[in-house]
């Protein structure tokens, strides 16, 4: 059964760092773009970054672009969002979703529509 698992996530204060992690289970990465998303409270979830398959190819929102990085680990099944300089409006409950790319490995999007498995995410908190 394929399962993600997004952990990291906690209190941190303004301007700290926190790094999230996606473990698969159940299943490898190689051949899965991954994403992650964010909801704050009241408000839509939104795409925050991906990755593709091979790992060549990220994208990010632009509300944490040169802050946060995405990087992956095939080896060790897991997905990773470093996020540095972290501010109040970070806060949200992050997810990590998959979808299965395997012809596409050059190709990810910051959609949820496109994603078709879901962690159930990590609480990450940004205050003084």
């Known amino acids: 059964q394929l399962q993600l698992v997004e952990s990291g996530g906690g209190l941190v204060q303004p301007g700290g760092s926190l790094r999230l992690s996606c473990a698969a289970s159940?299943?490898?990465?190689?051949?899965?773009?991954i994403g992650w998303f964010r909801q704050a409270p009241g408000k839509a979830r939104e795409g925050v970054s991906c990755?593709?398959?091979?790992?060549?190819?990220?994208d990010y929102a632009d509300s944490v672009k040169g802050r946060f990085t995405i990087s992956r680990d095939n080896a060790k099944n897991t997905v990773y969002l470093q996020m540095n300089s972290l501010k109040a409006e970070d806060t949200a409950v992050y997810y990590c979703?998959?979808?299965?790319?395997?012809?596409?490995?050059?190709?990810?999007?910051?959609?949820?529509?496109?994603?078709?498995?879901w962690g159930q995410g990590t609480q990450v908190t940004v205050s003084s």
């Open positions: 990755i593709s398959s091979s790992g060549g190819n990220t």
């Open positions: 979703a998959a979808k299965s790319a395997p012809l596409l490995f050059r190709v990810c999007v910051l959609r949820e529509k496109w994603y078709d498995d």
């Open positions: 159940g299943f490898t990465l190689d051949y899965y773009a």
